[in-house]
């Protein structure tokens, strides 16, 4: 419980900037891989400078949940912030990308407390009256942070050193880390406190198993090689065996009850398809600018971050909305802009150009943020003290398995569609789609080429399209069913 001596203004600052900190790893690091590359060299570990990040995240992010029940925000955020600001000095230090990759997952193991506590802090600290309009200003960090981080980025491998990519964290992390330990108080049992280590192990490792899975499998591995069947094999066996020890423990990692609740279970599915338009989006729409419609990567970006200004203006109405109308009404209006978007997205065609994809995205951006703000209110206001923290990390995990699952999903539609193309074209190589990409390549192509190239990615981008599309009609759909009493408060 909240002390009364917390002040809560100086402790929301040190809240958002610790937030900010978190969420524009995210983004930021994009610009510069490059350099990084260029410094390091190991491109083969390329994508996993962003998945050990993802991985840890994820496998730890329901993990400090419960244990921020039991031993209170304070203590796990505090030792989230301090293993986020290790993890980014030592990735400015790397010298290879194998430890660059090793850091990245210490940051990441930060970065799966620092998320939730925030939130989970907010929900604590406020009333549902301003908790609903909080929780919009923690969203508009994210938009910030979205828009921000790849000129940020860009700014600091132009005119300093890549390695401040990392270290620029460190004093922000250290305001937010002193403005909390400072300034926020908390009441919590002093009742001797049980670890369910073995259910633990269990959700690491198959947590773990998975993401690899999304990770390697359709790129470096086949769906049916033995490393995809023999990790799937572990996450169906982990998985069984940690929803048999929630069963039997008294005092589970994650306590099965709250898939009894219905809200909890319709918030947690409808943010796992969000999940995964919003990173199916971010990872394939800037290629389709580039590749098909033959724009920049100025313009490219520009369609992208319609996305996060529509985002943080819908969080921040919703926060309003939940109180005038509920939730229920609320996070419908944000299903109904999903499958806006995701349609508008599926009509898409090169010849109606980058302004077109980038309004598509502002109503895409207004349905995420219409959603997360109202799912997270109303989770958080439908729970008790003791379990608002697993049950924020769990939505909030929910989302990183979402994005994970759409990356593989819909980058595996995508080059099986390219294919199947090239193949009713009678070509047996695959052409390199990165001369396409690349405005000075592009330029080196006969136009026959380049037809044939941009009509390809356009067929398989078309089924991606499609497939974002069915999984805003699949939200729009679940929304349906949220609760009508999430009003309630227990």
């Known amino acids: 419980m909240i002390h009364k001596q917390t002040k809560r203004p100086v402790v929301l600052i040190a809240l958002i900037l610790s937030m900010f900190m978190a969420a524009i790893e995210g983004t930021i690091i994009a610009t510069a891989m490059p350099n990084i590359v260029s410094d390091l060299g190991g491109f083969t570990l390329y994508s996993w400078v962003f998945s050990s990040f993802l991985l840890m995240q994820a496998v730890t992010t329901v993990?400090?949940?419960?244990?921020?029940?039991?031993?209170?925000?304070?203590?796990?955020?505090?030792?989230?912030?301090?293993?986020?600001?290790?993890?980014?000095?030592?990735?400015?230090?790397?010298?290879?990308?194998?430890?660059?990759?090793?850091?990245?997952?210490?940051?990441?193991?930060?970065?799966?407390?620092?998320?939730?506590?925030?939130?989970?802090?907010v929900g604590d600290m406020y009333s549902l009256e301003e908790r609903a309009k909080v929780q919009g200003y923690l969203a508009s960090v994210w938009g910030i942070s979205s828009v921000a981080g790849p000129l940020l980025g860009g700014m600091i491998v132009q005119y300093v050193d890549w390695a401040w990519i990392f270290w620029i964290n460190i004093p922000i992390g250290i305001i937010g880390l002193a403005g909390v330990v400072l300034f926020f108080h908390e009441k919590v049992d002093k009742e001797r406190k049980t670890i369910d280590y073995l259910g633990t192990s269990f959700f690491f490792i198959a947590i773990s198993s998975l993401i690899i899975v999304f990770v390697q499998a359709g790129t470096n591995w086949a769906w049916t090689s033995i490393e995809t069947?023999?990790?799937?094999?572990?996450?169906?066996?982990?998985?069984?065996?940690?929803?048999?020890?929630?069963?039997?423990?008294?005092?589970?990692?994650?306590?099965?009850?709250?898939?009894?609740?219905?809200?909890?279970?319709?918030?947690?599915?409808?943010?796992?398809?969000?999940?995964m338009i919003i990173l199916g989006l971010s990872s394939f729409l800037p290629t389709y600018v580039q590749g098909v419609m033959g724009e920049s990567a100025i313009v490219a970006g520009f369609?992208?971050?319609t996305l996060s200004i529509g985002w943080p203006i819908s969080s921040t109405i919703a926060g309003h909305l939940v109180l005038r109308i509920g939730f229920r009404k609320t996070a419908f209006l944000g299903g109904v802009a999903l499958f806006a978007g995701t349609f508008l997205f599926f009509l898409l065609d090169a010849e109606k150009g980058a302004i077109y994809a980038g309004f598509s995205s502002f109503i895409v951006g207004i349905g995420m943020g219409l959603t997360s703000t109202t799912f997270i209110v109303a989770i958080q206001n439908s729970v008790s003290w003791k379990a608002r923290g697993s049950a924020t990390s769990l939505n909030m995990f929910m989302r990183i398995?979402?994005?994970?699952?759409?990356?593989?999903?819909?980058?595996?539609?995508?080059?099986?569609?390219?294919?199947q193309y090239y193949q009713q074209q009678t070509i047996d190589d695959m052409p390199n789609t990165d001369a396409v990409l690349n405005e000075g390549m592009r330029d080196t192509l006969s136009s026959d080429t380049l037809a044939l190239m941009q009509d390809g990615l356009a067929y398989a981008f078309h089924t991606v399209f499609f497939g974002l599309f069915l999984i805003g009609t699949l939200t729009f759909v679940i929304l349906w069913f949220f609760p009508k009493d999430a009003m309630a408060n227990k």
């Open 229 to 275: 069947l023999g990790l799937l094999g572990i996450f169906l066996i982990c998985i069984s065996l940690f929803i048999w020890q929630e069963k039997r423990c008294p005092a589970p990692m994650m306590p099965l009850s709250l898939w009894k609740n219905k809200l909890m279970v319709i918030a947690n599915i409808a943010t796992l398809f969000s999940g």
């Open 63 to 121: 993990i400090y949940g419960k244990l921020a029940d039991l031993f209170g925000r304070k203590p796990i955020f505090v030792i989230g912030v301090i293993i986020f600001l290790i993890g980014s000095l030592l990735c400015g230090l790397a010298e290879t990308m194998t430890a660059l990759v090793v850091f990245r997952l210490i940051q990441g193991l930060g970065a799966g407390a620092i998320h939730p506590m925030v939130t989970t802090i």
């Open 401 to 419: 398995i979402g994005s994970a699952i759409g990356t593989a999903l819909l980058g595996g539609i995508l080059n099986l569609r390219l294919q």
């Open 303 to 305: 369609t992208l971050s």
